[in-house]
């Protein structure tokens, strides 16, 4: 059974970085396919997929927010960290991590989420 | 950058009723398209993928079809409990993913 589960600050002032890590458990970033994606959702508002790395090391961004991510793996941990730099108000949203695999590339296992707010 | 939309943006239909979402993309995306399901205060589920196929366990009553920049999503004998907010999903070859806007579904 493929979980996965969130977890970094709750509140973050505007200009800082932002660091979250997903620890996931029922699958390894060392099998061929897999991979952990990173979406958020602003209240209220539409789902937004932010990043994705695969078992290779394939890294992908959004291209709109590229220059502000980084995805990394520690594939013994079974954890996968995202940072975002210079937030700002308007990332303030549920972020999420999801499992995917580069054979069926959907979003079939959710993490529930952690609630960034991002305000002075 | 690929662009997405939804039609309608909000529908209010009767159990047993069938509804309809179209999803658009600005470019080609031969049938790469999912579908998902999300309830108030839950975590989207995968329904469709790639298009047509229905995620094991998904009830019948949720299809898709369409291929290139249109896509169709469609709920035969609409429940009670399909209330919620549907959105489609693109992906490319690269790959990376695009959400649509959403459509919410409403049971009278």
């Known amino acids: 059974q493929i979980t996965l589960r969130e977890s970094g600050p709750t509140l973050v002032k505007p200009t800082q970085t932002l660091t979250l890590t997903c620890t996931f458990s029922?699958?390894?970033?060392?099998?061929?396919?897999?991979?952990v994606a990173w979406i958020r959702q602003p209240p209220g508002k539409a789902l937004e997929w932010l990043a994705i790395?695969?078992?290779?090391?394939?890294?992908r961004y959004n291209s709109s927010l590229k220059t502000r991510l980084s995805i990394t793996k520690d594939t013994p941990k079974n954890q996968v960290v995202l940072t975002m730099t210079n937030m700002d108000p308007l990332d303030t949203a549920t972020y999420h991590c999801?499992?995917?695999?580069?054979?069926?590339?959907?979003?079939?296992?959710w993490g529930q989420g952690t609630k960034i707010t991002v305000s002075s | 950058d690929i662009q997405i939309s939804q039609s309608p943006s909000s529908l209010s239909a009767s159990v047993g009723d069938r509804v309809s979402i179209t999803c658009r993309t600005s470019?080609?995306?031969?049938?790469?398209v999912n579908w998902y399901q999300q309830k108030p205060g839950k975590v989207p589920k995968l329904l469709i993928y790639?298009?047509?196929n229905l995620e094991t366990g998904v009830p019948s009553r949720f299809s898709g079809s369409g291929s290139g920049t249109e896509f169709t999503f469609i709920i035969t004998n609409l429940q009670a409990e399909d209330g919620g907010i549907y959105y489609c999903?693109?992906?490319?070859?690269?790959?990376?993913?695009?959400f649509g806007p959403g459509t919410k579904v409403e049971i009278k």
């Open positions: 790639d298009a047509s």
């Open positions: 470019h080609d995306s031969n049938n790469y």
């Open positions: 029922g699958f390894s970033l060392s099998t061929y396919g897999e991979g």
């Open positions: 999801v499992h995917s695999h580069i054979l069926k590339i959907v979003f079939d296992i």
């Open positions: 790395v695969y078992w290779d090391d394939d890294k």
């Open positions: 999903q693109q992906y490319d070859n690269v790959p990376t993913f695009t």
